[in-house]
């Protein structure tokens, strides 16, 4: 739904820079995030003029994988394994943050047709896509990690998971709820896959865990609960976040230290 853009919101997110949160009030702050936030949304439906996009708080960087990171990702890739991209969307951005960590999307890899690299990943993604066109989908950092010591028939079992038609059909969950029973969401994607061979990567936490385990300092953990908060209330009508549902992040995978990683760094 298309929200009303005024002047004064866009005189106080600029008035008051992100460095210079903690000298305002609290008051000022929020609304200073929110209007920012607002700021990023419009310019990523592009709702806004090229010059007021530009200096969007998250506008999108340019792609940083070349065809010769494609040919290096191919070299070292397994079946199963865990693909991480970075993203600037401000919600899978501000998620990779809370969890301390750059990765904000995961699929996983196996040999399709041809013996062609694809990535399997959640409904958000729609079709499985090959490897390079899911590399080149990054903002910025990939990685690629394998799981140690994974065995053929693990690797068979997570692939007739990760692959059956009924899991890709399922609707995509942005709600982030690792116990909805009918939505999925890359990292629950990738750690149900897991699941179905015996094997855990990746922790299952509470949102309050989350934010407690939060290392970027106050001001950092301030915007972004404004922005959780924000996302709950506009997306499902919460009056705050859900501080007691489960989640799993692609964080908490990257970081795993059964996964080695191949591609990258963590």
Known sequence: MKRVWTLAALALAFAVPATALQDVTVETRAASVRARLLLDDAAQ????????EAISVSARASAAVTDDTCRAAER?????????????????????????????HVGLAFKGAGGKW????SPWGGTPQSLCAFLKDTTGRVAIG??????????RRVKAWATHPANLRKPYDNGFDFDDKEGLYCSKFVYLAFRAAG?????????DDIFKEFKGGWVRKQVLLLKFNYFFGEEHDLPEIPWTRRAVTPGSQLADPGLEIVLGRR
């Open 146 to 155: 394998h799981v140690k010591g994974i065995g053929a028939d693990a690797v």
């Open 45 to 52: 439906q592009g709702l806004l003029p090229p010059t007021v």
């Open 199 to 207: 094997l855990t990567v990746g922790r299952i936490q509470t949102f």
């Open 118 to 121: 694809v990535i399997y990943e």
């Open 76 to 104: 070292v890739v397994r079946e199963s394994d865990l693909v991480f991209l970075e993203r600037k969307d401000h919600l899978f951005a501000g998620i990779a943050e809370a969890s301390n960590s750059w990765a904000a």
